[in-house]
């Protein structure tokens, strides 16, 4: 199973980024796809997830309203749609799997992470 997530870079504040998470070896719609992040510092937290159909979605307070997370099954990608990017929104941000049916926001819960993009957003 390999996870392969893109798209991050440097950007100034209230600017956007879209995140990709391309996933190979495994059956894609069978699974819940999280995106996590880690700032320098930090503890690893939960940013946005999307049940199998793509039908439920859930989002972290910190970035509700500026984030949009969607999948697209017959491309085995899930994307992350990041607008008015903060300086506190800079940190490495991962895709996860998970099994469950549901919307899943603790770690615990994921099995497979991909390696990370970094996100840069200055002032």
């Known amino acids: 199973v390999q996870l392969q997530a893109s798209g991050g870079g440097v950007v100034q504040a209230r600017e956007s980024l879209r995140l990709s998470c391309a996933a190979s070896?495994?059956?894609?719609?069978?699974?819940?796809i999280g995106w996590f992040r880690q700032a320098p510092g930090k503890e690893r937290e939960f940013v946005a997830t999307v049940v199998r159909s793509g039908g439920n979605t859930v989002y972290a307070d910190s970035v509700k309203g500026r984030f949009t997370i969607s999948r697209d099954n017959a491309k085995s990608t899930a994307y992350l749609q990041m607008n008015s990017l903060k300086p506190d929104d800079t940190a490495i941000y991962y895709c996860?799997?998970?099994?469950?049916?549901?919307?899943?926001?603790?770690?615990?819960?994921?099995?497979?992470w991909g390696q990370g993009t970094l996100v840069t957003v200055s002032s």
């Open positions: 070896g495994l059956t894609f719609r069978w699974y819940t």
């Open positions: 996860a799997t998970s099994d469950s049916f549901l919307a899943v926001r603790v770690n615990s819960a994921y099995n497979y």
